[in-house]
């Protein structure tokens, strides 16, 4: 049989140096209008024209209908694909604009709709069952992220690493944001231990995919909308963050609602948290 040539739209960076010659990927998780694919021992993510752009993603036309587990034959048809990475961010980024800005956006969150997730704490109220048994330690955690103590974030955060239903769990997706946050303002030695920490951590605790994905938000790599929010924070452009969360909450079922939670929380935690 031949090769199932996958015709792709748009590319991550990171996708298209693991899928250029590639001549077979194994299915990880068949959704239901998307794959997980492991290729060149590397986990890429194939949906279809116009999902959300990741580093890893591969979009295109005509996705293989093949189950978990399953072993194809396949080519990357690269041709017309247009390449997506992370946008340079203006530097030097300033903390105090990031956290005004985030401030700003916070108090506008009620307009993206209704929050889910780790969310609700954006809007002053619990999370639902089973994220409220962890509220507490969620305002915890973004606490010491805004306060600057990687130690303490990190203790916090790794009890976080798995909480909730998914392949990436919502607790995950938190401590991402978080971090990816704290990437923008500094990378010393003590935030770069806590990262290293919480990596270690996440591959017992949590599904592959999301420590994967965890470990590139880690990096300061994530989902197109996030690099976007970051971007329009820095340059004070309220509109265009709004935007880019309107863009992001839309992610899963929690996912974008719960990385917007950690990363406006590691920025400046809003006193108005329930």
Known sequence: MPPHVIRVIEVGDRARRLIEGASSATAVAALRHSLYLEVAGELIWLGP??????????????L?????A????????????????????PRPIHPETLA???????????????????????????????LDRAADDAR???????RNDAAKAAGIGERLLGLGPGLT???????????????????????????????????ARTHPISATLLGDLLDGSGYAPLHDLAQALAESDGAAALDAAARLVR??????????????GALSIEKSMA
């Open 251 to 264: 992610i899963g079922h929690s996912s974008g609602w719960d990385i917007l939670t950690g990363f406006l």
């Open 49 to 62: 024209a116009g999902s959300t752009l990741h580093t890893r993603a591969v979009l295109a036309s005509d």
């Open 169 to 203: 769990p919502a607790g995950d997706d938190l401590v991402g944001g978080a971090f990816f946050a704290r990437r923008l303002i500094a990378s010393d030695a003590a935030w770069k231990e806590a990262a290293a920490a919480i990596r270690a951590r996440a591959d």
């Open 64 to 68: 293989p209908h093949v189950d978990a």
């Open 140 to 146: 915890r955690f973004l606490e010491a992220c805004a």
């Open 70 to 89: 399953t072993r194809i034959e396949t080519s990357f048809d690269l041709r017309h694909a247009a390449d997506w990475r992370p946008h340079e961010l």
């Open 100 to 130: 005004s800005e985030g401030r700003r956006l916070a108090g506008m969150v009620d307009r993206l709709g209704r929050a889910d997730g780790f969310g609700a704490l954006l809007v002053a109220e619990r999370p639902a069952f089973p």
